[in-house]
Structures are given as C-alpha cells and as structure tokens.
C-alpha cells in the first residue's frame, strides 16, 4: 500500500508557474522504480479526473495532455521517492485540484478509472 501526498499548490496569476511535488511512501519497504507516477487534475464541476501528465517507472518517457504540452514538465527522483510537476506559462483553465498517482502500468493504459494510488489532491487557482 503506498501513500502519496502532495504539496505546492497555491493561488498564482495567469501567466505564473507553480511548482507541485509528491512524495511517495510506503509502510514497509517498497522499489520506487516499480511505479508509473502520474498527474491527473479534476476542474471546477467537472467529475473526471483528467490525466496531465505520466512518466515511466524509469522516467525515460514521458507524455502529457495536449492542452498542457509546452507549458508543464513531470519529472522524478528516485532518491527521494519523489515526482514532480513543473508548471507554467499558467492559464485560469489550470484551475483543478491536482492530483498525484501511482500504479504499475504503463502510462497509456493509466487512467482515473484503473489507478489504485492517489495522493489527496492539492488546490492550484489560477487567477488575477
């Protein structure tokens, strides 16, 4: 059973970067590697959770949505059990609680639906 939990949301202005991290855990010990980590966000009234971002158990792929491409980078780090993601360039449709996942699948078949790790979520408002 791992447990995430996130940091570094905030409120930011259009146009701002954050900066979120998610440390990775477990009761007893366990291989960072074996994870596929992820970054989903879910908006405002919405009730999916959108996948962001996804990065290999190696963290030698990576992929992201369309709408963030450019503009935010996930990246890991083995020796802290952590993943991050790097965002900026920030728009008000950012706005989502973001949260952090972790499975042993491949990225393309993690979705909201099948992940059976997540973080708690962490808050990111974007606006002026």
């Known amino acids: 059973q791992l447990r995430l939990v996130e940091s570094g949301g905030g409120l930011v202005q259009p146009g701002g970067s954050l900066k979120l991290s998610c440390s990775v855990s477990?009761?007893?010990?366990?291989?960072?590697?074996?994870?596929?980590l992820a970054w989903f966000r879910q908006a405002p009234g919405k009730e999916i959770r959108d996948k962001v971002s996804?990065?290999?158990?190696?963290?030698?792929?990576?992929n992201y949505a369309d709408s963030v491409k450019g503009r935010f980078t996930i990246s890991r780090d083995g020796a802290n059990n952590t993943v991050y993601l790097q965002m900026g360039s920030l728009k008000p449709e950012d706005t989502a609680v973001y949260y952090c996942?972790?499975?042993?699948?491949?990225?393309?078949?993690?979705?909201?639906?099948?992940?059976?790790?997540w973080g708690q979520g962490t808050q990111v408002t974007v606006s002026s």
């Open positions: 477990a009761p007893s010990a366990f291989t960072f590697h074996y994870y596929t």
């Open positions: 996804c990065i290999s158990q190696r963290g030698d792929k990576t």
């Open positions: 996942a972790a499975d042993t699948l491949p990225c393309a078949t993690m979705t909201s639906s099948v992940v059976r790790y």
